[in-house]
């Protein structure tokens, strides 16, 4: 497996415009988690899902930010409008119920300008 | 509800030990983990414990855990460069679900030659 697999790499964008991040969790993971890196609020959890289904979305910040998880093999992670306060490293994440590790993508480094 | 915390930084000496210290709030935590995070990369599973341990040993790492005390400590002995990274403290379980991971704030660790 090529493991958990965002897009884009990167983003640049400017602000009101609409941003999707897509993730990929590894076949087989049950749980999807978003995560958002920021120099100053450290790793937060921003929503996940158990079998497609948000389970917890208490962490996304407002309303401008909706995920979805239509199957098993793909989420995504939507803003809009953007604002100059959303750039940050998102994370995606998948594990299962029976696995001790949790696997990270490589991030998407937004940045809204 | 549930919360982890880290100090911020810590600096060492190469080939000196580093202790890196972490609380949590959450008694019924499950799994408790360490991940590193290297400059632009994701978060790399390190090494974990399950809560019924109180020490694990792998390689250089040494995790202790004081559950009575909720602290998590990570050992890395004969520090080296390439050990300059961010490590993020998290546990699993708990009272709301056994997938959901919460982070600590992550501590940059600061190896000299």
């Known amino acids: 497996d090529a493991g958990v697999i965002q897009s884009p790499r990167h983003e640049v964008t400017e602000m009101g415009q609409e941003v999707t991040l897509r993730c990929k969790p590894i076949?087989?993971?049950?749980?999807l988690f978003w995560y958002r890196q920021t120099m100053m609020r450290g790793l937060e959890l921003l929503i996940y899902?158990?079998?497609?289904?948000?389970?917890?979305d208490s962490g996304m910040p407002e309303d401008r930010f909706s995920a979805k998880m239509p199957n098993a093999s793909f989420s995504t992670l939507k803003i809009q409008p953007s604002e100059p306060r959303d750039s940050a490293v998102y994370f995606c994440?998948?594990?299962?119920?029976?696995?001790?590790?949790?696997?990270f993508g490589q991030g998407t480094r937004l940045t809204v300008v | 509800g549930e919360d982890v915390e880290q100090s911020l930084f810590l600096s060492v000496r190469e080939g000196d030990s580093s202790v890196i210290n972490c609380t949590y709030t959450?008694?019924?935590?499950?799994?408790l983990y360490w991940y590193k995070q290297e400059p632009g990369a994701g978060l790399q599973l390190l090494t974990y414990?399950?809560?019924?341990?109180d020490m694990k040993q792998d390689q250089r790492l040494t995790v202790l855990l004081n559950k009575k005390d909720k602290h998590l400590s990570l050992r890395i002995a004969d520090t080296q460069t390439g050990d300059s990274a961010i490590y993020f403290c998290?546990?699993?379980?708990?009272?709301?679900?056994?997938?959901?991971?919460?982070f600590g704030q992550g501590t940059t660790l600061q190896v000299k030659p």
């Open positions: 959450d008694s019924s935590s499950t799994y």
């Open positions: 899902f158990n079998n497609n289904v948000p389970i917890d």
């Open positions: 076949s087989g993971h049950d749980y």
């Open positions: 998290a546990e699993r379980g708990g009272s709301s679900n056994t997938g959901k991971l919460i």
């Open positions: 414990i399950f809560s019924n341990m």
């Open positions: 994440a998948s594990t299962s119920g029976e696995s001790t590790e949790a696997f």
